[in-house]
């Protein structure tokens, strides 16, 4: 990602968050007093550091994302335990969870008392923030919380574990049926246009069937080449540990 050297205009029109908006005439203040006292080089050095902070995050978030799809722990690097909506690291206890985007949170007090809200987070010095819509409208101690439950809707709940199936046991692009063994599942990547796409089969049989149903449309001789050997399109998966089929051959 390359980060390009703007004009103060430029500067200027970008998309204040919502939080900042009262804090706009400060931060001017700030900027002014220091071109008052000729101090062009903080300013320039003020924007370089916000900057090169923006750039650690960034590559610590991918660092991390990358670590969760390979299912180790962005804490210690271990194996993850993976459920619909939460991975937990039984080794160092690190754990990430979604909450239900359909259904609500209730806060249960230690005194009995329940409070419903849409979200609720666990922020700085064990203080838990519930929102209802947009805003935040109440601020829990961790002393006074019994504990926290999320309420899922069985649609939500059921539109995860359909998606965890499909990606478990995809469908055959052929016959359309689950693909129920991962020792006989073939795969091709194929470009009929411009990007790389891939197809998955059930069997030998039915990549032979959809070869022979789409000979001329695949573009430049896709079956008969190794992806990793190619440039002819935008590369969209990884190829190099997959096994290159070819017409014919199991």
Same mark, same amino acid.
């Given at each position: ?53 923006? @750039? !650690?995050? #960034?590559? +610590?978030?991918? /660092?991390?994302?990358?670590? $969760?799809?390979?299912? &180790?722990?962005? =804490? *210690? ?18 754990? @990430? !969870?979604? #909450?239900? +985007?359909?259904? /609500?949170?209730?806060?249960? $007090?230690?005194?009995? &008392?329940?409070? =419903? *809200? ?133």
């Amino acid at each position: 990602m390359l980060f390009f050297r703007r004009k103060r205009k430029d500067l200027d029109a970008e998309d204040k968050q919502i939080t900042l908006m009262d804090q706009e005439s400060k931060v001017e203040e700030n900027v002014s007093l220091l071109r008052q006292e000729k101090d062009e080089g903080s300013v320039k050095k003020l924007n370089s550091d916000v900057n090169n902070t923006i @750039k !650690r995050a #960034t590559k +610590d978030d991918l /660092k991390e994302l990358k670590l $969760l799809e390979k299912g &180790r722990c962005p =804490e *210690c690097g271990w194996r993850t335990e993976q459920f619909l909506y939460t991975s937990i690291c039984s080794h160092c206890g690190w754990s @990430k !969870r979604i #909450t239900p +985007d359909v259904g /609500k949170v209730i806060i249960h $007090l230690d005194d009995k &008392r329940k409070i =419903e *809200c849409d979200k609720a987070f666990e922020v700085n010095d064990g203080v838990i923030l519930c929102l209802q819509g947009d805003v935040i409208t109440h601020e829990i101690m961790h002393k006074a919380l019994a504990y926290i439950e999320y309420v899922w809707t069985e649609e939500e709940l059921g539109k995860i574990r359909r998606k965890r199936t499909e990606e478990l046991h995809p469908l055959c692009n052929w016959c359309f049926k689950p693909i129920q063994d991962p020792d006989k599942m073939v795969t091709h990547y194929i470009a009929f246009g411009l990007d790389q796409e891939r197809f998955s089969f059930c069997s030998e049989d039915c990549a032979v069937s959809f070869e022979k149903q789409y000979p001329a449309r695949v573009h430049r001789n896709c079956y008969e080449r190794d992806c990793n050997d190619c440039d002819s399109c935008r590369k969209k998966y990884d190829t190099s540990k997959e096994k290159v089929h070819i017409p014919g051959q199991v």
